[in-house]
């Protein structure tokens, strides 16, 4: 073999290994979707979380991996959960709920965490301001204690002769039932407060209600989400008008809701994820507010607890289920 052949081979077998390392595709990232819902609670924001990724370019199960984990309202699993996910070595942990939020930023100060709903994170400690929110955490506000206003005014709207109110809430809603407390005094009304842990005691709870609140006042948490149903059950069968924050709960009975779209907030927090699966920071992309607002009524609830709604609000609502 001549010398200039055997450089040449040599020089190609030693170049050959670089070019086929050059050709493998690159990993393909994962991201941790942790819920606090069930995943039939959940349907709606998890489809239009995967449709902002599609529309970014990222193909679940082809360009990303999702890992989902749901913890059924049951808190107490939300450090092994989370734990999990850090083992799978996520890109990125989507998650949401104040506990959620706190167990993932505790367990890593690396892996980036997006919330695509969270109540005053500024107010909760989870960052240092909305424009930079310093650490591993961004994401998006529903402003649930902002809105808490708005929604009394429209359940005075609703129910002029409105004057006991009963507030439903888990621990996670005390900033929210605090705001309904200070705004109570202006809007004359006399408050009952209700604080429930667990799915078994809201049914008494509420039964309780019965003759003693002209309406319920029911706050947002991720608590409240997984028990929608139990909880408009038993509002229905008390003959209670309820006031919520999100839309999903008029699909489960709730009579009115006003508050951010939720499933837009989960197709927001998909850019996010998107941002930092592309190199930026979390630390360094604000938190966003919610741009979207729903007032929802069910008139089919109305009626069945004998509740007539003004034209004028039933003109105003963004969907009226009859």
């Not at 996520?90 to 997006?114: D, F, L, Q, S």
């Not at 309904?180 to 008494?204: F, G, H, R, T, Y």
């Not at 209670?240 to 999903?248: A, D, I, S, V, Y």
């Amino acid at each position: 073999m001549r010398r200039r052949e055997f450089i040449t081979l040599v020089g190609g077998a030693v170049a050959w290994p670089s070019a086929v390392q050059a050709q493998q595709p690159s990993r393909v990232p994962t991201v941790g979707f942790l819920s606090p819902n069930s995943q039939a609670a959940s349907k709606a924001w998890t489809a239009a979380f995967v449709q902002g990724l599609r529309d970014l370019g990222w193909i679940e199960d082809r360009t990303v991996i999702i890992e989902y984990r749901w913890e059924d309202g049951q808190v107490e699993r939300t450090s092994d959960l989370v734990s999990e996910l850090i083992r799978l070595k996520v890109a990125v942990i989507v998650t949401h709920g104040i506990p959620n939020i706190v167990a993932a930023m505790k367990a890593t100060p690396t892996v980036p965490v997006v919330f695509p709903l969270a109540t005053d994170p500024v107010g909760s400690g989870l960052i240092a301001s909305l424009a930079r929110p310093g650490g591993n955490v961004t994401g998006l506000s529903i402003l649930s204690r902002e809105l808490a206003g708005k929604r009394l005014e429209l359940l005075g709207e609703m129910l002029p002769a409105l004057h006991r109110l009963a507030v439903m809430g888990d621990p996670n809603a005390f900033l929210e039932m605090k705001e309904v407390q200070a705004l109570a005094p202006s809007a004359k009304l006399d408050l009952s407060m209700v604080n429930v842990q667990k799915a078994e005691e809201i049914a008494p709870a509420i039964e309780k209600l019965k003759g003693r609140v002209d309406a319920l006042y029911v706050c947002a948490t991720p608590f409240i989400n997984t028990n929608r149903f139990d909880i408009n059950s038993a509002a229905l069968a008390a003959g209670l008008p309820t006031m919520q924050g999100f839309r999903e709960a008029v699909d489960s009975g709730a009579l009115i809701s006003y508050g951010p779209n939720f499933p837009d907030l989960f197709r927001r927090a998909a850019n996010l994820v998107d941002k930092i699966l592309r190199g930026t920071k979390p630390a360094e992309i604000p938190v966003e507010q919610p741009t979207r607002f729903d007032l929802v009524i069910n008139l089919r609830t109305a009626k069945l607890i004998g509740l007539t709604l003004s034209p004028m609000l039933l003109a105003r609502a963004d969907e009226v289920i009859e």
